[in-house]
């Protein structure tokens, strides 16, 4: 659904909801904050959280269709590399791999290495969720 509401409003990267249950529209600088609140009204019929939550907006990075092709591109090597799962982040704007202990390094190098993705759009974890955030 993200990546539908990012066709129609190309720099939306996501949405979550805060620590109150307000809604978040992460979008890339330039991008309307109307235009994307009303795409999100358009495919999920409202926007989701609070009644009366106001939509706050965060500036990101990465617009979410670019994140879900780097994720799709990882899927190649993702197992033989140790990693256990892998998902995007909206509130982060990045892709969440996880790995088993003593992968880190090797899934690191060699999954960004293999597509488009930056180290920047990417953040490793292990089964215990510590961040790793290695050169």
Sequence with gaps: MFEAIDRDVPGFGGLYLDENQNPV???VAGTSHAAAEAAVRAHMGRVP???GGAVQY????YRFSD???WLREF?????????TMMDVNERRN???IGVRDGAV???RSVSTSNCQATRRSTVSRTPTAR???GA
């Design 105 to 107: 390094r090797n899934a």
């Design 67 to 69: 994140l879900r092709r």
């Design 94 to 96: 990045r892709i969440v």
């Design 75 to 83: 899927g190649a090597t993702w197992r033989r590399d140790g990693m």
């Design 58 to 61: 965060v500036s990101i990075a």
């Design 131 to 133: 961040p790793y955030r």
């Design 49 to 51: 959280g609070r009644a």
């Design 25 to 27: 529209i992460a979008i």
